[in-house]
């Protein structure tokens, strides 16, 4: 009788422990059958990828392969104004701690509904697969989580990072500039930061996956790697891919070569550059590169230009790849002062406003048989352009970029304080004055849409997506100029921003900006925690947390280390 009730009761021993076991496994998102692959690294299991793309054929090798430049760093310019002992004080440290609020709950309703997925859905409280199914939002939160000191949940990230194989995905492909900008930069950035070497293992790992994608005839990428093209050497460049997409890798791969030592993802991006730096004076714009290109055949034709999307971080790389190359390869220093100076002649303009503020934006320009014609929209995409004004005035002693630089993050405050929601729309349209400079009268600007703002003559797409671009430029000329106004602006797009977009969960897009309480959307993008509130957080925090004089930013705001001259 005893006998029996002791073999009931170990079952049940046995049957929890298998329970608990399998739940563990489940839990942590991996099949049991991972686990005999895994070997310790420390304290953590780390399974290698199913696939070791460092052992795929070369089917296009280069003959000449490229090394980062090896003298001794410039010393370049100083990017931050010289402020006292600390910029924290009691408002500051109050903003701060609001912030960081913000981020704790982003990321356990995160951690609760949609652990190890890319994305989280904040109204259906689901996770989504968007980008491979890599744990995009975790790996892109790593360097977050180091930064605000919550060292646990970096920790936990770490051991789920562990576990990523890159070979493991349901699609047959991948997006390479995605990827790069968000796994790769938050690989290496959250190991620069921590030097968790576990994270460079998997970094090195995903570079030799993304590496392929260069493998064609030209060595110039395409848009996706196809991983079973890849593996047959069917890889061809894009024959119609936008400037961003292809040309914003090299900080990434860059740094990737600078740690490991070995050349060849730096030598990949540089020949990108190569194709760039050629053809700056090819185009229908010389000193401007269209927002789409063809690489396979390297032609520059086409008709459109912006420093919006399409456009965007091609144009922000330049100035950023000249600190991250401590300033030896002056074609960077020299393609950022023409396309800058460039862009100001035909895409800058001065929005008629009420109080005529001195205040820019970037429009989008195409050339037509006869003449360049002007589109005065303002996407809230461009904003990042006043801090890459700045950051490259810096750097090169350009003061007349770091004040168009002031002007155009001026621009993107005053669209935010327009709207009664204290948040501005993904795109807008308003009228120019007829120069950058000079009187400009209000009156000339006949409101034919008397519902919006003053100004603004049409909202074309009311949303906010949770973008930072706009806080991001205030971040830089907080950090150039050191004045309290910047941190000012920034709490107020902050309370707006919060007071529309948060929920009982977590926060969320709005879908119109025009009014207040609009309704939510179902998504909260990964660069909410990986930009907006690490851009937010930085204003409030002491300015020599990421020194811009030994970080530089990538455009998803990763941290690199810049070399030490
Ligand atoms: C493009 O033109 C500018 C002057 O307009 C010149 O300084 C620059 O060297 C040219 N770029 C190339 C790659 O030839």
């Known amino acids: 009788m005893l006998g029996q009730c002791q073999r009931r009761l170990n079952r049940r021993y046995i049957a929890?422990?298998?329970?608990?076991?399998?739940?563990?496994?489940?839990?942590?998102?991996?099949?049991?059958?991972?686990?005999?692959?895994?070997?310790?690294?420390?304290?953590?299991?780390?399974?290698?990828?199913?696939?070791?793309?460092?052992?795929?054929?070369?089917f296009y090798p280069v003959k000449d392969m490229k090394s980062p430049p090896a003298?001794?760093?410039?010393?370049?310019?100083?990017?931050?104004?010289?402020?006292?002992?600390?910029?924290?004080?009691?408002?500051?440290?109050?903003?701060?701690?609001?912030?960081?609020?913000?981020?704790?709950?982003?990321?356990?309703?995160?951690?609760t509904y949609a652990w190890a997925q890319d994305e989280l859905k904040p109204l259906s409280r689901k996770g989504k697969q968007s980008f491979s199914g890599w744990c995009a939002q975790l790996v892109d939160a790593l360097d977050t989580l180091w930064l605000m000191d919550m060292k646990d949940d970096f920790q936990l990230a770490v051991e789920q990072v562990?576990?990523?194989?890159?070979?493991?995905?349901?699609?047959?492909?991948?997006?390479?500039?995605?990827?790069?900008?968000?796994?790769?930069?938050?690989?290496?950035?959250?190991?620069?930061?921590?030097?968790?070497?576990?994270?460079?293992?998997?970094?090195?790992?995903?570079g030799d996956m993304l590496y392929a994608t260069f493998d064609t005839p030209n060595r110039?990428?395409?848009?996706?790697?196809?991983?079973?093209?890849?593996?047959?050497?069917?890889?061809?460049?894009?024959?119609?891919?936008?400037?961003?997409?292809?040309?914003?890798?090299?900080?990434?791969?860059?740094?990737?070569?600078?740690?490991?030592?070995?050349?060849?993802?730096y030598d990949a991006t540089e020949?990108?550059?190569?194709?760039?730096?050629?053809?700056?004076?090819?185009?229908?714009?010389?000193?401007?590169?269209p927002h789409v290109m063809n690489y396979r055949e390297e032609t520059v034709d086409k008709a459109m230009f912006t420093l919006g999307a399409g456009a965007d971080s091609l144009y922000e790389y330049l100035p950023k790849m000249h600190a991250m190359l401590g300033g030896l390869d002056p074609e960077y220093a020299q393609m950022t002062t023409l396309a800058?100076?460039?862009?100001?002649?035909?895409?800058?303009?001065?929005?008629?406003?009420?109080?005529?503020?001195?205040?820019?934006?970037?429009?989008?320009?195409?050339?037509?048989?006869?003449?360049?014609?002007?589109?005065?929209?303002?996407?809230?995409?461009?904003?990042?352009?006043?801090?890459?004004?700045?950051?490259?005035?810096?750097?090169?002693?350009?003061?007349?970029?770091?004040?168009?630089?002031?002007?155009?993050?001026?621009?993107?405050?005053?669209?935010?304080?327009?709207?009664?929601?204290?948040?501005?729309?993904?795109?807008?349209e308003l009228k120019a004055c007829p120069s950058i400079d000079g009187k400009c009268r209000y009156e000339d600007l006949k409101s034919s849409a008397s519902k919006l703002p003053p100004g603004f003559t049409r909202v074309r797409d009311p949303r906010y997506l949770l973008r930072p671009e706009a806080i991001e430029s205030v971040f830089y000329m907080w950090r150039v100029t050191g004045d309290e106004m910047w941190r000012d602006a920034a709490w107020r797009m902050w309370e707006g921003i919060i007071k529309e977009t948060e929920n009982d969960l977590a926060f969320a897009s709005v879908s119109d900006v025009r009014h207040e309480g609009s309704d939510q959307d179902d998504s909260m993008e990964?660069?909410?925690?990986?930009?907006?509130?690490?851009?937010?957080?930085?204003?409030?925090?002491?300015?020599?947390?990421?020194?811009?004089?030994?970080?530089?930013?990538?455009?998803?705001?990763?941290?690199?280390?810049?070399?030490?001259?």
Request: aromatic share 12%; net charge neutral; with cysteine.
């Open 162 to 206: 562990a576990l990523i194989d890159w070979s493991r995905t349901s699609d047959d492909f991948l997006n390479l500039f995605e990827v790069t900008i968000r796994h790769l930069g938050g690989l290496l950035a959250a190991y620069d930061l921590s030097g968790e070497h576990v994270l460079l293992a998997k970094a090195i790992e995903l």
């Open 526 to 565: 990964t660069f909410w925690m990986s930009e907006t509130l690490k851009y937010f957080w930085l204003i409030f925090e002491d300015h020599d947390v990421l020194n811009l004089d030994e970080w530089v930013l990538n455009t998803e705001a990763h941290p690199l280390k810049r070399p030490k001259s």
């Open 340 to 428: 800058l100076d460039t862009a100001k002649k035909h895409l800058l303009y001065r929005p008629i406003n009420p109080k005529d503020e001195m205040i820019l934006m970037a429009g989008n320009a195409v050339v037509g048989q006869n003449e360049i014609e002007l589109t005065t929209e303002m996407q809230h995409l461009t904003c990042f352009i006043g801090g890459t004004y700045a950051l490259a005035g810096k750097l090169q002693g350009r003061d007349d970029f770091v004040d168009l630089g002031s002007r155009l993050t001026a621009g993107c405050v005053w669209a935010y304080d327009s709207f009664p929601t204290n948040i501005m729309p993904e795109i807008s």
């Open 271 to 289: 020949r990108v550059k190569q194709f760039i730096y050629l053809n700056q004076n090819n185009t229908k714009i010389p000193g401007l590169w």
């Open 220 to 265: 110039l990428p395409s848009h996706w790697l196809y991983f079973n093209k890849a593996k047959q050497g069917q890889q061809r460049a894009d024959d119609s891919m936008s400037g961003a997409a292809g040309c914003s890798m090299s900080l990434e791969f860059t740094r990737l070569s600078q740690i490991t030592g070995d050349p060849k993802y």
């Open 71 to 111: 003298a001794e760093p410039k010393v370049l310019s100083p990017v931050q104004f010289k402020m006292g002992e600390s910029s924290e004080n009691h408002r500051s440290l109050a903003r701060k701690t609001a912030v960081k609020k913000a981020f704790i709950k982003s990321w356990e309703a995160y951690k």
């Open 16 to 58: 929890l422990l298998l329970f608990i076991t399998v739940s563990v496994f489940l839990w942590n998102g991996f099949r049991p059958q991972d686990y005999y692959r895994t070997t310790r690294v420390g304290a953590v299991r780390y399974l290698s990828s199913s696939y070791d793309w460092s052992k795929n054929p070369v």
